[in-house]
């Protein structure tokens, strides 16, 4: 990309992040979260129609990206290059970016059940932990296990090893309806809700999704996965 087409680039992002509207979306979209449409044009102050096309603009220009769960669409930054540019902007406005508000149920906000694995904001703690000892990594639109990975969730009991033969997928990133962040979806994330509930770290709430935490389970999350909750 030579210079010239450098600086239009730069201008055209400049103008996608400088209309009122659009900031105040990306702004919301900061702390990580993802966004519904309806909940990015009440943040805009925009009609859904109106908001659509600012939507549309920020896609263009590849400032946030389309997130698909089920039958909802979500809204999140692309990516954390440019969450880094925004607050850096954001640093010399001195604005503070509105925090984010779950409308979920409270009883199913902790723990519950997503299909056959865990959500809800102890699913999500299980993800970063399990980022965050670099037990699994990203890879394509999916997650991998790494040596230490394989060596620990072993250990644990689980079968640590992809099925070749199995169609469903062994672990992905699976955008948590209620937090907005990725909890650990597929074979991989039901192996580990399989496990908690056998070993009495988690227990079932008859006739809903949610899930309790038992004083075991305390215990363990935080031997395990270094997680206090």
């Known amino acids: 990309m030579d210079v010239e087409q450098s600086e239009l680039r ?22 990580g979260r993802a966004r519904t449409a309806t909940e990015l044009a009440v943040v805009a102050q925009k009609s859904p129609s109106t908001a ?47 925090a984010f508000k779950p409308s979920t149920p409270c009883h199913l906000r902790h723990a519950r059940s997503c299909y056959d694995h865990l959500a809800g904001e102890l699913g999500v703690q299980v993800h970063d932990a399990l980022l965050r000892k670099q037990w699994i990594c990203l890879q394509d639109s999916g997650y991998q296990l790494t040596a230490t990975g394989t060596e620990r969730l072993t250990a644990l009991g689980l079968q640590a090893v992809p099925d070749s033969s199995a169609r469903r997928r062994f672990a992905y990133p699976c955008l948590d309806w209620s937090q907005r962040c990725s909890h650990l979806g597929g074979a991989l994330g039901a192996q580990l809700l399989t496990h908690m509930l056998h070993d ?9 999704r949610a899930l309790t935490l038992t004083p075991k389970g305390r215990k363990r999350l935080a031997a395990v996965f270094d997680i206090s909750s």
């Open 52 to 98: 659509s096309s600012h939507f549309q603009k920020l896609l263009e220009q590849g400032l946030v990206t389309l997130v698909t769960q089920g039958k909802h669409r979500y809204f999140q930054l692309v990516s954390a290059d440019v969450a880094r540019a925004l607050e850096g902007l954001l640093s010399i406005s001195s604005f503070d970016a509105p």
């Open 200 to 208: 009495r770290w988690l227990m079932r709430t008859l006739d809903t």
């Open 10 to 31: 730069l201008a055209s992002v400049a103008a996608a992040i400088a209309d009122p509207a659009r900031a105040r979306m990306l702004c919301c979209l900061l702390d």
